[in-house]
């Protein structure tokens, strides 16, 4: 398999699912990118934590953190533990090289 940057897939993203690519597009992918931008670092961060940093809402960042596995997206390895006995979730990305 040949290795693509991130945005390199964002130029060949296609958006499916019950939205208007037209409409949508930008939008999803700017999530993307702020997600994938933010975690690159490695650092370990709660859903919450993510929304404050990017202010994409937890379900969206959810989503992208799935599909930054996806082979599509680069296949990177995205990391959860839980944090503490508080019941708080949180991920780390691996970016893949």
Same mark, same amino acid.
């Given at each position: +398999? ?14 499916? #699912? ?11 992918c700017g %999530? ?6 933010? +975690? $690159?670092? /490695? ?8 929304? $404050?940093?990017?202010?994409? @809402? %937890? ?10 596995? $996806? @082979?599509?997206? /680069?296949?990177?390895?995205?990391? $959860?533990?839980?944090? #503490?006995?508080? /019941?708080?979730w949180e991920? %780390? ?5």
């Amino acid at each position: +398999m040949t290795q693509t940057t991130i945005d390199e897939n964002i130029a060949t993203a296609r958006v499916a #699912g019950p939205i208007d690519p037209r409409i949508d597009h930008d939008r999803l992918c700017g %999530q993307m990118l702020r997600v994938f931008n933010l +975690m $690159k670092d /490695g650092c370990w961060r709660s859903l919450a934590e993510i929304e $404050k940093a990017t202010g994409d @809402p %937890q379900a969206s960042v959810s989503a992208q953190l799935r599909h930054i596995r $996806k @082979p599509h997206w /680069g296949a990177h390895t995205v990391n $959860k533990r839980r944090r #503490g006995e508080s /019941g708080t979730w949180e991920y %780390q990305l691996k970016v893949r090289t």
